[in-house]
């Protein structure tokens, strides 16, 4: 498979990354090289045009650039289908054309923030991830995204030729299945409250803090405590609530089980990822949970699985990898039209 190879470039490109909380900007002046890399709170601002506008004018950005912008790409942490888009987790909303004109771009890329993660694995350097278990990738084959943050991300790369085809899913909201009697008994304590458990229900911020209720539930306790996800896994890493850990161990183990159907449906010999921002923070909790047991726990296919590796990405901004590439793809197209 092709890599892009590293350029430099006449003027810098914006790269942005916008959450349902944080939205992350940065300039690349020379292929995957990302300068005055800032993260600004949406909740600052009334609209994305603003934000950007703000970026672009931060003394970061002016010490290093201060001409014109003229090409663009953005992930996004909801779908993109059509010109106008609304974040389901924040207030912004707008028009893509419209934002285009308003900051005079040539170019502007806009997708799915877990598109531009996907198109971002062949480009992650070996120290950006950590390799789970065992396994071993074969080249230019199918490769499957899994990541659990503010709700439950799934996508997956195909190759073709000489470039990745990212997969659009919902794959997050899969009916969630109980692999033992405990998550049995924990589905049926939420189906009181869901009628319909997803995937995303239970592995995800949400889902953590789900977890932690429905379990003091089964375990008895008669004045249940909601606590943050953040505040589930920092008691569960610091050893102070048994319950926390206990919350973290299951959260864990269905990861891997979700995982693991997402490796047989994809037939993604070319390795599962682990991305989001839940999973990273809890270090060796997750090193040592049965993620990489139930990932592979599928009965006749259990040796088919255990030849897939799995990585979790520790690459502090991964997403701009992927829009990067997306838009040095979308130039040459328009170049090679220009040319033919």
């Keep these: 498979m092709q890599d892009i190879t590293t350029q430099h470039l006449s003027a810098p490109r914006l790269l942005a990354d916008i959450g349902g909380t944080n939205a992350r900007f940065a300039l690349e002046f ?31 950005v002016q010490s290093v650039w201060s001409g014109p912008i003229r090409h663009a790409a953005i992930a996004l942490a909801n779908p993109v289908d059509g010109d106008v888009v609304s974040m389901t987790n924040n207030h912004w909303k707008f028009s893509i054309s419209a934002l285009k004109q308003s900051l005079q771009l040539q170019t502007l890329v806009v997708v799915n923030d877990f598109t531009a993660l996907a198109l ?19 080249p230019d084959r199918v490769i499957g995204l899994i990541g659990p943050g503010t709700g439950l991300g799934v996508s997956g790369i195909i190759p073709s030729g000489e470039k990745w085809l990212p997969l659009s899913s919902e794959g997050g909201h899969v009916s969630f299945s109980p692999a033992n009697k405990t998550e049995l008994a924990l589905l ?4 009181n409250e869901f009628p319909h458990v997803s995937a995303e229900r239970l592995i995800s911020g949400m889902g953590l803090e789900l977890l932690y209720r429905t379990i003091q539930t089964l375990r008895g306790v008669t004045n249940i405590e909601s606590l943050s996800a953040a505040e589930i896994s920092a008691q569960a890493l610091d050893g ?10 299951h959260f864990c183990a269905m990861l ?58 520790t690459a502090e901004y991964p997403a701009f990898l992927g829009v990067s590439a997306l838009l040095t793809e979308r130039l040459s197209a328009v170049e090679m039209n220009e040319n033919a």
């Design 30 to 60: 020379e292929t995957h090289k990302f300068v005055a890399v800032a993260v600004l709170s949406c909740n600052a601002y009334a609209d994305l045009h603003e934000a950007i506008a703000d970026y672009l004018q931060s003394a970061a």
């Design 256 to 313: 891997g089980t979700v995982a693991g159907n997402l490796a047989l449906t994809l037939g993604a010999t070319g390795g599962v990822y682990i991305g989001g921002g839940i999973v990273p923070k809890l270090g060796e909790l997750f090193f040592a949970s049965e993620f990489r047991q139930r990932f592979e726990s599928k009965g006749r296919f259990a040796d088919y699985l255990s030849q897939i590796p799995t990585y979790l990405i």
């Design 240 to 249: 102070s609530c048994p319950l926390c850990v206990e919350s973290v161990q």
């Design 120 to 138: 971002a694995l062949p480009h992650l350097h070996p120290s950006e991830r950590i390799q789970v278990g065992n396994g071993q990738a074969q």
């Design 188 to 191: 049926e304590v939420i189906w």
